[in-house]
């Protein structure tokens, strides 16, 4: 065994992935084999860092809106060749807000058009966007309310775009495919999760599929229905109708940028994983990304998480071994207190990898 890779998503609610990563190897020894750490995301949680780190950019800080309209300040990154990368999860997220806060109905996205006219000042017109993690459903009304206080001037978000924006392109980070309104939308699938009763479920839904109708008229297409339209509650939406967006899947274009199947050359194992594993990370997740790529290669993969369920079905897709890092009678409160669970990667390291390696 002479050469790892570990690209490992983050453990949401417990650890990122670069200290998921930073656990395993600080229990191995770098003399006796070759190590390479790749921050991962899919364009949710730690999307920022995964991507600048991989594209050698810089953080800086604008003075935003959460979602319920409170001044905070956010991050977001710039690239030596001038590409903003926005999470929008940091002006947007769901962490934002308390339990008792989280309302769709109330919640906005007006923080990431600030993001955006803050990263247009500094001079970006190419943006790679990450929808994961929002606490929003407003279909992206609240970003481009934003973008339209910006430039007083304009007349409409029509004008601002052809006037003010037209050089400027989206490249759109998510593994979402549902889309705007209906069975399969925004409102009905995810915003449930987001605080959402039955009864708003349904006027969310009934006030996506009316903004859709609005914004036909204003930019003379309908993009509702398309793959993705429904990521972010509905931001996703806003970037294809009313920007020069295109959806891309975000492991794939970090993988990308990481120059991952160039780094393979060589490579005996490859280590990928998340917080929980199941059938739905053969669904495009990031383990199942990678897990494709590295076959091409003939190259060995693990998988581990802090709960494994389903493993038969993980391990006919071809991952070579999966591991729960979690014992069985922990319970899960306990296993996400990070300091907890670096206890469980390093006990996980000593039993299943060191012993192939030495």
């Known amino acids: 065994m002479k050469k790892i890779i570990l690209a490992i998503d983050s453990f949401k609610g417990c650890m ?9 190897s ?14 991962m995301s899919d364009g ?49 997220g769901l962490t934002l807000m308390t339990a008792e806060e989280r309302n769709p109905m109330k919640a906005s996205t007006y923080g ?36 339209s206080d910006s430039f007083p001037a304009e007349k409409n978000i029509k004008d601002i775009i052809c006037n003010e924006m037209k050089n400027c392109s989206f490249t759109l980070a998510s593994d979402v495919r549902n889309p705007l309104y209906g069975p399969e939308g925004a409102a009905r699938i995810f915003a449930p999760q987001k605080g959402a009763t039955e009864n708003m479920v349904a006027e969310l839904d009934e006030r996506a599929k009316k903004f859709a109708c609005e914004s036909a008229l204003i930019m003379g297409k309908d993009t509702s229905h398309e793959p993705g339209a429904g990521a ?103 296993a996400v207190i990070p300091d907890i669970a670096r206890e469980n990667i390093k006990r996980w390291t000593e039993a299943h990898l060191l012993p192939i390696i030495r």
């Open 112 to 147: 990431v058009g600030e993001l955006i006219i803050h990263a247009m000042h500094s001079g970006c017109r190419n943006f790679i966007i990450g929808l994961g993690g929002s606490g929003t459903s407003d279909c992206g009304a609240g970003m481009l309310r934003a973008i």
């Open 16 to 24: 990122t992935s670069e200290e998921v990563e930073n656990a395993i």
């Open 232 to 334: 972010a509650g509905g931001l996703g939406y806003a970037f294809l109708q009313y920007f020069h967006s295109t959806f891309r899947s975000g492991a794939d274009l970090l993988l990308d940028l990481s120059g991952f199947d160039s780094l393979l050359d060589g490579t005996d194992l490859v280590i990928t994983g998340e917080g929980h594993a199941d059938a739905q990370t053969l669904m495009g997740k990031l383990p199942e990304r990678l897990l494709r790529r590295s076959q091409r290669h003939n190259i060995p993969v693990w998988l581990i998480a802090g709960r494994v369920s389903q493993s038969n079905k993980l391990l006919s897709e071809g991952f070579q071994r999966i591991y729960s890092i979690t014992p069985e009678c922990m319970p899960t409160e306990k």
């Open 44 to 92: 949710g949680e730690g999307m920022l860092e995964a991507f600048i780190s991989a594209m050698g950019g810089k953080i800086k800080e604008a003075n935003v809106h959460d979602p319920l309209m409170r001044p905070i300040t956010a991050p977001y990154g710039i690239t030596s060749g001038g590409t903003a990368v926005i999470e929008t999860a940091k002006a947007c």
């Open 26 to 39: 600080s229990n191995l020894n770098s003399k006796e084999i070759e190590i390479h750490k790749i921050p």
